[in-house]
């Protein structure tokens, strides 16, 4: 019998073991693949909220979209985040990630009609999601130590107050409700925010942005710029095939590749300072950037639709050149929260105020509206600049190398 005890008690500590306590997560993590897998079932939920967004171009789509993808978004942030303070890959891990994708896969799927009379299914499913999310995050704040329990319990009640608000607001009209959800997503980012602005030295150094983290952060970008490519097939597989039609995709491609090497080569899989502001910044950043590579994404079908049109349509214009001027200005917001950013000055400050010229440049384009070719090459272009002078202060500030072996070279 005591052999039997002790054998179970070996097996649940290895398969379900209690969360880790704050503090203690690993700098040096390698992202898994059950991380991976849940961040693919969160971007089915951002490609749902493109896709609507590309059938409806309209301001009120736009504000639609903005809601439900940050409502997405918190979710993601808080799965990813409890995972990274308190997760083992176990079989506790995966049951609780299991239990989250369960409740995503129905929310993905009401995401169409979220902003229509028949919204109540999106609030009482996201009701549940945060609800789960509550005991999670209560789960582990039960192990707290004095130190963390305040601010652990404050973040267990907001968001209870989220899942408790989602649910009540299924009783709301349409417009009721959406603006209900904005302003939820808003106070539960400024939280947020809050409890990390205000942390003492100690709890601050507990929550650090790990190797994991700007891992998860990053692949979630790539991810979401799969929605470029996606977007420019379904544009070409719903039309007549024709040489315009063809180099339109092809230069939209290029439009979503360059958004990737603005984020990547200046930004992306770098850590932030070690401060609390640098932190809040370097977290919230990430939302706009995301949604801005997912609404350009949106944009791509009906750029290819039209691409015989003399002008590209008012819509399409400004969802593509808006997104990537956005891309452009939060990539250099979240770069003065770098580390990079005080080591590499030379580069960094030039290269601020040429992408803020270069947005400006792309919100002029989208209110010329040249056609969709002039308009994906000529964004190419602009979004070319900033990349073409890191690579030249690269060339002119690096001493030569020397010797036989190729030595690979980032622009930024």
Not at 32 to 46: H, I, K, Q, R, S
Not at 172 to 194: E, F, I, K, M
Not at 398 to 412: C, D
Request: aromatic residues 8%; proline residues 6%; hydrophobic residues 50%.
């Amino acid at each position: 019998m005591n052999r039997q005890k002790e054998t179970w008690a070996r097996v649940r500590r290895e398969l379900w073991r209690p969360p880790r306590a704050h503090g203690r997560q690993p700098q040096h993590r390698v992202v898994g693949p059950l991380e991976l897998f849940y961040d693919l079932t969160v971007v089915v939920l951002v490609g749902q909220a493109a896709h609507h967004l590309a059938d409806h171009l309209t301001g009120r789509g736009l504000a639609e979209f903005a809601v439900i993808f940050t409502l997405v978004w918190i979710a993601w942030l808080n799965g990813t985040l409890h995972h990274d303070l308190h997760g083992y890959d176990d079989a506790r891990g995966r049951v609780m990630f299991l239990l989250q994708i369960l409740i995503l896969v129905p929310l993905g799927a009401f995401i169409p009609k979220a902003g229509s009379e028949q919204g109540a299914a999106f609030a009482i499913t996201a009701g549940i999601l945060f609800a789960l999310l509550t005991l999670l995050w209560y789960l582990a704040g039960r192990r707290d130590t004095s130190e963390f329990r305040k601010p652990s319990r404050l973040y267990v009640a907001g968001t209870a107050t989220c899942a408790a608000i989602l649910t009540a607001s299924a009783l709301l009209p349409a417009d009721s409700r959406l603006v209900t959800w904005g302003l939820l997503a808003l106070a539960a980012l400024g939280g947020l925010a809050a409890i990390i602005a205000l942390a003492s030295p100690a709890q601050a150094a507990a929550f650090t942005i790990t190797d994991a983290l700007t891992e998860r952060f990053g692949l979630l970008i790539i991810i979401v710029l799969g929605e470029t490519v996606i977007g420019v097939v379904d544009g070409l597989s719903g039309e007549p095939t024709s040489a315009t039609g063809i180099a339109v995709g092809l230069s939209a491609v290029v439009v979503g590749f360059g958004a990737w090497w603005t984020y990547f080569d200046f930004a992306g899989h770098r850590p932030p300072k070690r401060t609390r502001a640098a932190t809040v910044k370097w977290l919230l950043l990430h939302l706009p950037l995301t949604a801005a590579v997912t609404a350009m994404g949106a944009a791509m079908p009906s750029l290819v639709e039209h691409a015989h049109d003399d002008r590209t349509p008012p819509a399409t214009a400004w969802a593509l050149c808006v997104g990537a001027a956005a891309v452009l200005c939060t990539t250099m917001a979240l770069a003065a929260s770098l580390q990079a950013w005080e080591s590499d000055r030379r580069l960094y400050r030039p290269l601020a105020r040429i992408s803020v010229v270069v947005a400006i440049a792309t919100a002029a384009l989208a209110a010329l509206r040249p056609p969709p070719l002039a308009l994906a090459l000529t964004l190419t272009i602009l979004l070319g600049i900033p990349w073409g002078f890191a690579v030249a202060h690269r060339v002119r500030h690096e001493p030569p190398h020397h010797g036989g072996g190729h030595q690979s070279r980032e622009p930024a």
